[in-house]
């Protein structure tokens, strides 16, 4: 017996109506796993791995009453989806955003239980948020939407349960928040978030560690194609934690980065930035435009994306599919070699056949962003063991493990011909030990 890709992606389409973004991500990882159970794994077919990969272990979904400063009752909707815990507790950030629902959660969950495996770490797959927006929100309204949203969630989670951490919406601040409530109503002061604060129980680096770990990773894809960083145009999208972070390390490294972005649009520097300027960008808050009235080497494009400006890598930082397919030809015909997604699922699964048939190299988030759980997940031993690592330890440990990540990426995806699919290596080599590990544990 073997399995069919067309009828098990017409099955969780049936199961799962109405969800385009956890049909995408499921559709991204089964191309790839099909055919490599079917040749090299077929004592995994009667076991129904995958069918039970593809159901979340438990969903929970719940109300969020909170009160804003004008007194008024606002009511969201909250959820953690724990996927897979075959290899460790769940893990995996809240998002909150206005379009946070459970087909997003779901692919996010999803693509997770695989970044977390290639990481080598203990950790299962999970996530969760909310569909609250938190622009234009005061602290307090923030805080008191944490605390409401924590008053339910904290029966679910816990150091040894399910450790979420910050994602779109969700940082330091949010983190704190969450904390504090979770705090009070366990009495129980542990690793039951990452992304704390330095000052309680948060690990260094954890801020960084999306954005620095996409740059080693790149580091990697260029070694092993004996190219330098050195030059190279860099365009980012996003402005938000990982994409600031990812233009410091690049501009570090002494490559030209020549955009950021957000919603509203991308500011663009012929120049590029320089650290200074960066740091500058990062006092503007949303209103990237006004960049341009202090450098005047940079122009603002209003409701724009990056990927028009040329450049040889490509680092998508913002959401999910803001990449298509005429993004991805354009990015290709204007000589761009590399695209590394520090977001999750950026690229639209049209955008990804354009790289792979044109044979670029393309890291795929699962892979090049697992930096920041890798960092959580690090934060999760210094907490279970009451330590604190100093900064350059868990620097060398972030580039340990995404080089591990890339000979990971290597060894399953590297086609006769020499090209090395990522994605099929992050795909297979994720899938592997979260495999392995519940064919141990029996039909569960
Ligand atoms: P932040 O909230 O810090 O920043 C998000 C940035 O992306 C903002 O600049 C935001 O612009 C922009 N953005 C969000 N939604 C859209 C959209 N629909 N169109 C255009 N721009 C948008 O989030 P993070 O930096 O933490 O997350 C960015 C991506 O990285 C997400 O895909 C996340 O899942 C992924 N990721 C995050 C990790 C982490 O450790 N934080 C780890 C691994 C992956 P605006 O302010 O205008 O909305
Ligand atoms: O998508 C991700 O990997 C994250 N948002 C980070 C998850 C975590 O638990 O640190």
Known sequence: MSLNLKNFIKQVDLRNPNEPEFLQ????????????????????????????????????????????????????????????????????????????????????????????????????????????????????????????????????????????????????????????????????????????????????????????????????????????????????????????????????????????????????????????????LGTLGRDLGKYTKKYSSASYHAKENPWQFPCDIALPCATQNEINEADAKRLVKNGCKIVAEGANMPSSAEAIKVYLQAKIHFGPGKAANAGGVAVSGLEMSQNAIGQQWAREKVDHRLKLIMENIHKTCVRYGKEPNGYINYLKGANVGGFIKVAEAMKAQGVV
Not at 250 to 261: D, P, R, Y
């Open 25 to 280: 991500a499921v559709t991204e990882v089964i191309e790839d796993l099909i055919p490599y159970v079917n040749e090299h794994r077929p004592d995994l077919i009667d076991l129904k791995i995958l069918e039970r990969m593809v159901e979340p272990e438990r969903i929970v979904s719940f109300r969020v009453a909170w009160t804003d400063d004008q007194n008024q009752i606002q009511v969201n909707r909250g959820y953690r989806v724990q996927m897979n815990s075959a290899i460790g507790p769940y893990k995996g950030g809240l998002r909150f955003a206005p379009d946070v629902n459970l087909s997003i959660l779901k692919f996010l969950a999803f693509e997770q239980v695989f970044k977390n495996s290639l990481t080598s770490l203990p950790i299962g797959g999970g996530k969760g948020g909310s569909d609250f927006d938190p622009k234009g929100k005061s602290d307090h309204e923030i805080m008191r939407f944490c605390q409401s949203f924590m008053t339910e969630l904290q029966r679910h989670i816990g150091s040894e349960t399910d450790v979420p951490a910050g994602d779109i919406g969700v940082g330091g601040r949010e983190i704190g928040f969450l904390f504090g409530q979770y705090k009070r109503l366990q009495n129980n002061f542990s690793g039951v978030l990452t992304g704390k604060g330095t000052a309680w129980g948060g690990s260094y680096i954890r801020p960084e560690a999306t954005g620095y770990g996409l740059l080693y990773f790149v580091q990697c894809i260029l070694d092993y194609n004996n190219e330098k960083i050195e030059g190279k145009t860099v365009c980012i999208s996003g402005a938000g934690n990982v994409a600031f972070y990812a233009a410091e390390k690049a501009i570090q490294m002494g490559a030209k980065v020549i955009t950021l972005s957000n919603s509203q649009g991308t500011i663009f520097d012929k120049e590029g930035f320089s650290l200074d300027k960066l740091n500058y």
